[in-house]
């Protein structure tokens, strides 16, 4: 076989899935690698992977296996809804902006309520507003509500504040959705156990992300109400969800979630945040737009600054949050975070009227 590299071998911390695969997710996808196994799920790694969360999150909940969030999240949702419900959301999150329509799509056009939103987050009165507004046969009937722990914008929700959103979900009965992509980042960050993140706290359902987690594909949903699961294989299914080769979606959850390396993983990227957001906390002409709760930091500077930096060969985004975003993942390298916080410092002291 011809050998092959990736080119560009120097960290960037554009995305937290510009990372490759963990040791423990790899290993356990090799371990799967030998010999035949049943397809379509019906594989003792399937099996393992789903009770392998069901003692994280200490509930008998049902699990299924995706191939990435848009369908982990579309899917989840459309589950909860009929085609002229409405799901509540922040107009920051990735539902909204993010899945091309994917929600609307999987449903059968569930309308997005979006509520403007700073930080990423929703909160009790902006739900409360957006379900009550109206109340006549016109308006899309409200159903479900969605939040991303952590957030879009690198923020976190506290338990309390879980808990004050699920209360207001309940009195207007709707459902509770957790978008989880980084589930394990806010796990980590809040030091609470996963079952307290989410059934302990009022979530119904949760879309937990591998691939950001150190994994190469993959998230798991969790129904902890379980009647909201109803034929969900169908759904996955009609949606291409459903791996026929299953063992190597699932593989890697009982690598990441035996080993202990989801929660692991998610430390290392968050303390990582924090390190980056003391490296750059004293360069002038830049300041942070937003508290550092995760494994982002989010970087408010000039124009000027910012092209500077990517002349530099440095890849950000600001399409997110009005600002650069800068990701940390499971690998990520402290001499390279100050490499560009070295670099960040030089292109700020040398812009104009700094
Ligand atoms: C990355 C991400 C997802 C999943 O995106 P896919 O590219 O579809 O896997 C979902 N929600 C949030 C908040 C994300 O950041």
Known sequence: MTEFANKDLLQQFASDNYAGICPEAWAAMEAANRGHATSYGDDPWTARAADAFRSLFETDCEVYFVFN????????????????????????????????????????????????????????????????????????????????????????????????????????????????????????????????????SGVDVLCFGGAKNGMAVGEAVLFFDRALAADFDYRCKQAGQLASKMRFLSAPWVGMLESGAWLRNAEHANRCAQQFALLIDAIPGIKLAQPVEANAV???????????????????????????????????DPRRMEVLSRDLFECATAAKGV
């Open 69 to 200: 969030g848009t369908a982990a999240n579309s899917l989840a949702l459309a589950s909860l809804c009929q085609s002229y419900h409405s799901v509540i959301c922040s107009d920051q999150s990735h539902v909204e902006t993010d899945e091309c329509g994917a929600p609307e799509f999987f449903s059968n056009g569930s309308k997005l309520l979006a509520a403007a939103s700073a930080d990423g987050k929703l909160t009790p009165a902006a739900i409360h507003e957006l379900a009550t507004r109206r109340h006549d046969i016109h308006y899309p009937k409200p159903r479900a509500v969605t939040i991303t722990q952590s957030t879009e914008t690198g923020r976190v929700y506290t338990l309390k504040e879980v808990i004050a959103i699920a209360g207001e979900c309940r009195a207007l009965g709707l459902s509770l959705h957790m978008d989880g992509a980084r589930f394990s980042n806010a796990a980590a960050s809040l030091r609470s156990s996963p079952a307290e993140l989410t059934w302990k």
């Open 298 to 332: 989010f970087v408010e500077a000039s124009e000027e600054i910012l092209d500077a930096l990517r002349k530099r060969g440095w890849n950000f985004y600001t399409f997110i949050g009005g600002a650069a975003r800068f990701m940390f993942a499971w690998d990520s």
